[in-house]
């Protein structure tokens, strides 16, 4: 049961994070009368999320398996993320986000 909940909240926060994602591709990034500098900031949030998605990632355990891509490799149904690549490196690539 507590695995279910944990599960159905990882879920949850996912499905926020794509949404807020797409909002700010959407609404900001795509948008063309927005400034060069308005749309740097709005490049730090969408990086910033891209981070939360890589946390979340990290915590999610695959549950639900794996379905296949387009590319014929293995994407986990809940976090997106594809089966045999290694996650450990992932917060040691990072640069600093430019303020």
Known sequence: MRQEQTIKELKKQLN??????DFVN??????????????QLFFNIY???GLAWEFLGL???HWDGYK???DNKEACKICGKIKGVD????WKARTPIAA
């Open 47 to 49: 990086r910033q999320l």
């Open 26 to 39: 959407d609404t900001f990034l795509e948008s063309e009368k927005i400034s060069k500098k308005e749309s």
């Open 68 to 70: 296949k891509t387009r």
């Open 59 to 61: 915590q999610c355990k």
């Open 16 to 21: 926020t994070l794509f949404r807020s994602m």
């Open 87 to 90: 996650d450990a490196c992932v």
